[in-house]
């Protein structure tokens, strides 16, 4: 048995996503090109935006999933898909963060290559991109273990932190994942 469980959140994992998300703020914020306004912490806000996860889901925009702890169920991540572009790309771009404490674990990597299969077998996708800033090694290592191949470099791509930043691309096809 895995020791992460990847699956849709429900509206009862609200209050987990909050908590992740506050306890983990300037980790993630750091990597976010558009960084959440200060009242978006909040409960309503968080079931909010769970409903409109789902509602993504159904429309075939996005998918996330929450990376749980098995043995205890506890929300420690998420794996998400976003640009979904259909027929004739099959694609779209994945992204993923993970509770701080947890980082260095390989939990990631055996989230991030779960939510491959899901992502190809279960949502037919040919093809999964993903963008990382150079500095990000851990997030360039995730990747590399998963067995995405960087395609190239975008340079000056999205305008981060007051500065307009590079980021690495990789790719994944279907036949790739291991």
């Known amino acids: ?18 908590d992740l998300n506050v306890k983990n703020r300037n980790h993630f914020e750091y990597w976010m090109p558009v960084k959440p306004v200060p009242d978006s912490y909040t409960l309503e806000k968080y079931k909010e935006r769970i409903q409109q996860l789902k509602e993504n889901a159904q429309a075939d925009r996005s998918y996330a999933f929450g990376v749980f702890l098995t043995e205890s169920n506890q929300l420690i991540g998420e794996v998400s898909a976003a640009f979904v572009e259909r027929s004739p790309a099959e694609t779209c771009m ?7 404490q947890y ?6 990597s055996l989230a991030v290559r779960q939510a491959a299969r899901l992502l190809f077998e279960e949502y037919q996708f040919h093809r999964l991109r993903a963008e990382v800033m150079p500095e990000n090694i851990g997030s360039i ?38």
Not at 1 to 18: E, N
Not at 103 to 108: E, L, P, T
């Open 94 to 100: 994945i992204g993923y963060q993970l509770d701080q």
């Open 141 to 178: 290592r995730v990747l590399e273990k998963v067995g995405f191949r960087q395609e190239g470099i975008a340079k000056k791509s999205l305008f981060i932190n007051g500065a307009w930043e590079d980021f690495v691309l990789f790719a994944l096809l279907k036949e790739e994942l291991e």
């Open 1 to 18: 048995m895995s020791s992460i469980t990847l699956r849709h959140y429900k509206p009862a994992d609200a209050q987990a996503l909050l």
């Open 103 to 108: 980082n260095g674990q390989g939990i990631m």
